[in-house]
């Protein structure tokens, strides 16, 4: 029997329960997918909370992106075939040995890039791309300030923005964080623990601040962020792992220099089958081209999923980890 983790109700680590779970068998446009390895992220950590709710409710399996291999098509599927090599990144459900998935969420992964790098990356990675390139369309020349550099999305996103030629400004929490942060892209990584990041960032600009700041983290670094960036600059809420932004008046963005604001979405994003093949294909050029590395710096077994979200939450892990199954 197929084994999963699964939610029957909000709560902290120890509501993450490894179940037996038959997948079923595909129906039209749908395919049986065995996973090989399985991304792990905060969003994991939001639908067992409660701070996302959980789409279509309880039992929950969560778990938004993985790679694999088709085990079976269901009808109207032309384009695969049983041992095709796979990978999503979707809702949730990715937390198990075996599901089935609509097709036409699913992208071939090309030769020259393993299974464990394909479920480290999907959805960091497509994450990374609508952020650079659709959201702030970050240009040679752009000056960026990233939270969280540490993180999954920081180590992919801190290469791709060099790769574009930006000067790229991150914030970090440690000496070993902030190391592995310049390794991958950063020119200049701030301590906010022992340094102002406001501060920080007039000093490393001269003054002129930045073009864009993407900021993940939420409570802990609003309204600060506001003040790194330049006249006309935008904030980018794509995240809030320390708690959401409290509400604000919209006339702040005027009073701190007539400043753009978004909240985007990868799954708004990538709705269009067209746009997630070409959020994936860019992903898929960038880190065959060796200008993105993707590195696994922690790996659990499916079955301890949940002692790999407390170590997510104790802020333990540092980059991108997986779960084997």
Not at 7 to 18: C, S, W
Not at 54 to 82: N, R
Not at 142 to 162: E, F, S
Not at 185 to 196: P, S
Request: charged share 20%; with cysteine; glycine share 10%.
């Amino acid at each position: 029997m197929s084994k999963a983790i699964r939610i029957h109700a909000h709560g902290g680590p120890e509501v993450l329960t490894y179940e037996d779970a038959d997948p079923g068998q595909p129906g039209e446009g749908q395919i049986l997918v065995r996973h090989t390895a399985i991304g792990f992220n905060f969003i994991d950590v939001y639908h067992r909370s409660g701070l996302y709710p959980p789409p279509g409710g309880f039992p929950l399996i969560p778990g938004s992106e993985a790679a694999g291999v088709v085990l079976a098509l269901g009808t109207g599927v032309d384009w695969l075939k049983p041992g095709d090599r796979i990978a999503y990144a979707v809702n949730v459900g990715a937390y198990c040995e075996q599901r089935v998935i609509a097709a036409d969420r699913v992208v071939k992964v090309p030769d020259g890039i393993s299974d464990e790098q394909a479920a480290a990356m999907m959805l960091k990675g497509m994450t990374a791309e609508y952020l650079l390139r659709r959201t702030f369309a970050v240009k040679a020349g752009d000056t960026i300030l990233y939270h969280a550099a540490a993180g999954g999305v920081g180590l992919i996103l801190g290469q791709w923005a060099k790769h574009l030629g930006a000067t790229v400004i991150g914030t970090a929490s440690s000496a070993d964080k902030i190391e592995l942060a310049r390794a991958h892209g950063f020119d200049h990584v701030i301590n906010y623990k022992e340094q102002d990041f406001v501060a920080g960032v007039a000093a490393l600009t001269g003054g002129k601040k930045c073009d864009v700041v993407y900021d993940s983290v939420g409570a802990d670094t609003f309204p600060a962020s506001l003040d790194c960036l330049r006249p006309l600059g935008m904030f980018v809420s794509f995240g809030q792992s320390s708690g959401p932004i409290p509400p604000f008046s919209v006339s702040l963005l005027a009073q701190k220099g007539s400043l753009f604001a978004t909240r985007p979405t990868l799954f708004v994003y990538n709705a269009k089958r067209e746009d997630m093949v070409a959020s994936a294909q860019a992903l898929f050029d960038v880190v065959l081209s060796g200008a993105v590395d993707i590195k696994i710096n922690q790996r659990y077994a499916l079955k301890d999923a949940a002692q790999a979200q407390s170590d997510l939450e104790a802020r333990k892990t540092t980059g991108t980890t997986i779960l084997i199954p």
